[in-house]
């Protein structure tokens, strides 16, 4: 079993930054893919971004402005948001799994509000 919980969601203007962190409990957090997703109001859950041992992948939304990384050693994962415009405003969720395509365990998510 696997907890996670995310921090550093807020409120920032168009062209911000945010740094989200999500903490993972467990003693194999290196041994799981580790993932961003979104969810906006009235809309379907957005895939994000997603880090395995040695590769990142960025939803095209995305590509060039978030970067996702890891620190074993703190079991936790960022996801570094630059240039933030208002349609990246949503719920912001982590996610740990054996695969990309199969994340089995979800935080509670971080608010992110980003003002025009």
């Known amino acids: 079993q696997v907890q996670l919980v995310e921090s550093g969601g807020g409120l920032v203007q168009a062209g911000g930054s945010l740094r989200l962190s999500c903490a993972a409990s467990?003693?194999?957090?290196?041994?799981?893919?580790m993932g961003w997703f979104r969810q906006a109001p009235g809309k379907e859950r957005e895939y994000v971004s997603a880090i395995n041992p040695t590769n990142t992948y960025y939803a095209d939304s995305v590509k060039g402005r978030f970067t996702i990384s890891r620190d074993n050693s703190k079991n936790t994962v960022y996801l570094q948001m630059n240039s933030l415009k208002p349609e990246d405003t949503a719920v912001y969720s982590c996610?740990?799994?054996?695969?990309?395509?199969?994340?089995?365990?979800w935080g509670q998510g971080t608010q992110v509000t980003v003002s025009s």
């Open positions: 996610a740990a799994g054996p695969a990309v395509n199969s994340f089995r365990y």
């Open positions: 467990g003693r194999t957090f290196s041994n799981y893919v």
